[in-house]
């Protein structure tokens, strides 16, 4: 029997990714075996990416127990899920929208998504019903790397590099997030999507 490391080196070699640009709009895929439980199997979209500052993500397909209304007073009545953004931070919470500057301050990460912007705006517009689960998410905490610590664990073999989607966070179940990301780039790595939690039990 193949250590898991052995396993994900014979079936793929991915120094093609240590020459994608990572940038704000990226997505960070995990490998098939990843062990941490914060990102097994897990889709972080990438919000910032430089070498002084490092990177910033949230991870998209992870559910918490929690809707907005248990974490935001001002939002009673708001049933809209909070997804878990990452292990940094847990006493924050964040927003991902499609409402572009309808919430002023909005930072613009391409393929028609947005991140953050003011907040008693959004609160306005969930309570007048404009922003819903259909153009808006909210993450509690958030995914953190120094640019070294992530370059690292890319070189590893980590983490796949992809870009992001609005039906990504708008569409897709996060049960399935993972494998239809990966079906949808192409052969190499949909036999990535195939491959099993755990291979000693394959």
Known sequence: MCPTGDIKDMVWDNSFERNKVIEPGSILIAEPFMADANFKRAVVLICEHSKMEGTLGFVLNHNTKFVVEDLIDEAANCKMKV?????????????????????PESIDLGNGLFWGGEFD?????????IATDANTRFYLGFSGWSYEQLMGEITENSWVIGQSSIKMLFEYSSNDLWQQVLEEMGTTYKILSKYPENPSLN
């Open 121 to 129: 705006v959004l609160l306005d517009l969930i309570n007048s019903e």
């Open 83 to 103: 997804f878990y953004g990452g292990p940094c931070e847990q006493d924050t919470l964040h927003y991902i929208h499609t409402l572009g500057m309808q919430i």
